[in-house]
């Protein structure tokens, strides 16, 4: 199984991250992806993406998940 983030913008738009950032980026494990995201989040929003969804498969496990912190 490979898992995946999606990254959208607000409205649920697809987007792709800018800079060093993959948008094919793919785990072996949802811990994996999970860690990688809390890594790096801010840099993903920083570069447009505002929320995002875990996939695995191409399947929808959850989301979408907000990157901004809650004020």
């Not at 995946?4 to 950032?21: I, K, M, Q």
């Not at 999970?34 to 920083?46: K, N, P, R, V, Y």
């Amino acid at each position: 199984m490979s898992w995946t983030w999606r990254f959208e913008t607000e409205d649920g738009g697809a987007v792709a991250p800018a800079g060093s950032l993959s948008s094919s980026e793919s785990f072996p494990t949802q811990s994996d992806a999970e860690t990688w995201l809390g890594e790096t989040w801010q840099e993903l929003l920083d570069t447009g993406v505002q929320q995002v969804v875990l996939q695995e498969a191409g399947r929808k496990v959850y989301g979408p998940m907000s990157l901004r912190p809650v004020d």
